[in-house]
């Protein structure tokens, strides 16, 4: 008898244990993942924190777990059908279609533009001559100085493509050497897939790739104008079609594997950060992989490269890929320019939650 009492009081004593503990985690794949948990509770409290979230502008949100799941939010007059200019929220896009070409033996990643473009201006004794695609998409070619024509409609887009050749040669710059956040990069890589492909124009191989995949169905490359658009920032989208592209990317059926891995790697770990929106908007070192960067919440980059990857634009606009966690997103939105952090902020007022949600599977 006293052997029973002794095992009833060790069996009591482990319980009380156990609820001191708080909820009961597990661990798969490095993730703790709740054990007790409701989707719909937790899209309730993400909900209630964004309609007590400050905000500039009236914005929607659109997640999507891998069990295809999504949560939806909208504030105001916005709707994920609502149309807003992209900034650089494109520039992820663009990266895309030009990286198919190189799926398809069009481009190849050592490519330098001279190769493509027969009038390039950079003289083969000036540094920048060595550039290379893989350069131009991960923003170290070199090409740091934006002339006027990227904002003028009425210019010609392979006018001013060379136009930019100009006005940097001489910098002294070495490519790869250096990340520098600009323009010039993509507009660059842009006028090399266009000569690669023998297309008309960048809207010639935009149609083509809408076409292929059945993405962005209404989108447009239009600003300044879609004869000279800007390949970095000048698309036009509705929330739900980048969200239709984040879940295709994430799926890989848009790259082939090699070059997936490559898109989501680190490209400018040996690279110095010469200019960088994310360290003068947040404080943060984020790196940068083809179009992309990776995102890292640290004044030094001290992150796991690819596990969040985004390509936020000067409006606020947000587009997202957690990688860790396997789910997409996107906070579509059109504040004034230069509230990317904006955006921001308001998806990292419901991360928290928003990481728990990911992972739940009640």
Known sequence: MNKILLL????????????????????VDEVVRPLACVSSDLESQMTTLLNKASTDTDFSLAVERADGRVFNYNRGSSTMDTVYESASTSKLVSAIIILRLVDQGVLNLTDQPQKHISTWPVASTDSLYNMNLAQLLS?????????????????????????????????????GGSFYYSSNHLQVAGLMAIKA?????????FTSFKTETGLFPT????????????????????????????????????LSSSLQSQLIADQTASSVMAYSPAKAALGEEWHYGFGLWH???????????????SSPGAYGAYPFWDRQRNYIGVLARQGALGTFSNGAALERSIRDVLNEWAICKN
């Not at 070199?142 to 930019?164: H, K, Q, R």
Request: net charge neutral.
């Open 8 to 27: 009833l009081f060790v069996l009591v004593m482990v319980a009380c244990q156990k609820k001191n503990e708080g909820p009961a985690v597990t661990e």
């Open 197 to 205: 492909k023998g297309a008309s124009s960048w809207q010639n191989l």
């Open 139 to 175: 923003f170290t070619s070199g090409l740091e100085t934006e002339p006027l024509c990227m904002n003028a409609g009425f210019s010609d887009f392979e006018t001013c493509v060379l136009n930019i050749g100009s006005t940097n040669s001489g910098n002294n710059a070495v490519p």
């Open 295 to 309: 995102e890292c919440q640290s004044a030094n980059y001290n992150c796991t490269p690819g596990s969040r990857v």
């Open 219 to 254: 989108a447009a490359y239009d600003l300044p104008s879609s004869t000279n658009p800007r390949l970095a920032g000048g698309m036009h989208w509705k929330g739900k079609e980048y969200l239709d592209f984040l879940r295709a990317l994430s799926k890989g059926t848009l």
